[in-house]
């Protein structure tokens, strides 16, 4: 079955300190790997998207991540976290003819210690 | 060039009525989705329009709940009669016609509360 999985519901981390942000994914197919920020009561915010290519990528707000097809991993960091970063932050999955049909992981909300 | 726009935010509603969310996808955009986000859960994908058309709807509950995307104006969800189950967040993502690398762009939600 096709899911995506964010082991952490919930991390805590203090502001300038580095993150990491775990993605694990089971798809049939090559896969298209997004990570999406959500802040309370807002939509979602794409941080980063992996097509092909360099499997390191880097987004906006200085975050980047990193694919790993032999672990079926896509995890998200940041060297050093802002307290702006405080937010809840999704891992989703989608296939290149399927446009935005993206499954989800059940997010990660990151609180960040002053 | 606006993004995608979902009206309303906010929606109240009592056990029983009707629930119409809009969504206008960004310029240039025919490719609509909705997902709908439980409270504490991810986006779960509910269905995937084109212009009068319906692609994909696996993920759409088999009553009270359809979707449209006429070929002017904007794209609706419809859930009728609804119940407390229904209170969520509805999300409209949209994309364009199809091309290699192509991403969805997402609205900010209408919050749907049943009373």
């Known amino acids: 079955a096709q899911s995506v999985t964010q082991p952490d519901i919930h991390i805590t981390v203090s502001e300038g300190a580095s993150l990491e942000l775990r993605c694990n994914y089971s798809y049939g197919a090559t896969p298209y790997l997004f990570w999406y920020v959500q802040s309370p009561g807002q939509g979602l915010q794409l941080l980063l998207k992996y097509f092909s290519g360099d499997t390191l990528v880097q987004g906006i707000k200085g975050f980047e991540a990193e694919f790993k097809r032999s672990q079926s991993s896509f995890n998200l960091r940041k060297p050093s976290v802002h307290w702006s970063d405080a937010a809840e932050y999704f891992c989703?999955?989608?296939?290149?003819?399927?446009?935005?049909?993206?499954?989800f992981g059940q997010g990660t909300e990151l609180s960040v210690k002053p | 060039n606006a993004g995608v726009m979902q009206n309303p935010r906010h929606l109240v509603r009592r056990r029983g009525q009707e629930a119409r969310l809009r969504c206008s996808p960004m310029k240039g955009h025919s490719h609509v989705y909705w997902y709908r986000q439980l409270p504490e859960e991810g986006l779960k994908f509910m269905v995937y329009l084109q212009k009068e058309n319906i692609i994909d709807e696996s993920g759409m509950p088999k009553e009270r709940f359809s979707a449209e995307f006429p070929k002017e104006g904007p794209s609706i969800l419809r859930i009728q009669q609804v119940v407390r189950g229904d209170s969520a967040a509805y999300f409209c993502a949209s994309s364009p016609p199809f091309a290699s690398n192509t991403e969805a762009f997402f609205g900010q939600g209408t919050r749907l509360t049943v009373v």
């Open positions: 989703a999955v989608g296939a290149h003819n399927q446009g935005g049909k993206l499954i």
